[in-house]
Structure formats: C-alpha cells, structure tokens
C-alpha cells in the first residue's frame, strides 16, 4: 500500500502502482485482498503483482471489524463479507460473532441464532434454529 497526496493506492514488489492512489481509505484485509473506500462507496479489492480488481462494490456501508467485514443497509447488518464478495445475505442479523477460523454466530432480531461457515470448496450457510 502506498499513500501520496492523490490518496491510497496499491504497488506491487517492483514499486509499480497497480491501483492508482485515488482511494480516501485502504487497509489490508489478508492475503491480496484491501478494503477502501473511494468518495462514496466502498470496495473489496483483490491486488497481485499483475493488478488490482474490485471484486465488490457498494453504496452501503461496510465495516471492517476485527476479521469480520460487515455490510449495513440503511443502518441494519445485512451481510457478511468475504474478501472478494458476499458470504450471507439475510435479512433480521442482530450480531455476528467469530467462534473459529471461517465459523461465525450468527443472533438475528427474533432471537434465533445460526452458524455459518466457509469451506474450501465454496460457502455453506447453515442458520436459523
């Protein structure tokens, strides 16, 4: 990550710019992938040596917190995100909470609760009991 003036951007090993500094907020999420945030919405980038893409954009606000990126929709959690994308859409999320790596509690508004977890393959949401 590099900042100037301009703002934010990302270089790669050689001291290329593979993100122009145009972002007003970046931070590294793991791996290759940022969190920023430009004028008014924010992204999920993915940047190597090669380049940068914006795997995700959104005009909602999303959160970094702890490991966890979180998405509000007019002021309610509404999603929980992975690095490059969605990982639970679902409407009445109260919290989520971390219990292991790539596991999380999920408590809605009705009390009920859930757990969502990742595997290597792909996603599985189990929740609502």
Do not use: C, W
């Not at 907020?25 to 004028?39: A, K, M, P, S, V």
């Not at 919405?41 to 909602?60: E, T």
């Not at 219990?99 to 509690?105: C, L, M, Q, R, T």
Request: hydrophobic residues 35%; proline residues 1%.
């Amino acid at each position: 990550m590099a900042k100037e003036s301009t703002g934010f951007g990302i270089l790669n090993f050689e001291g290329d710019y593979v993100m122009q500094p145009i972002l007003s907020q970046l931070e590294h999420t793991r791996g290759n992938y940022f969190y920023g945030y430009d004028e008014n919405q924010y992204l999920l980038i993915k940047g190597d040596h090669i380049r940068s893409d914006v795997s995700y954009n959104s005009y909602h606000k999303i959160t970094k917190e702890g490991d966890l990126l979180l998405e509000y929709i007019h002021g309610k959690l509404r999603r929980v995100m992975e690095e490059d994308g969605i990982l639970l859409d679902a409407v009445g999320m109260e919290s989520v909470n971390v219990v292991g790596k790539n596991h999380y509690i999920i408590t809605f508004r009705d009390k009920s609760i859930g757990l969502l977890g990742k595997k290597r393959m792909g996603s599985t949401a189990n929740y609502r009991s």
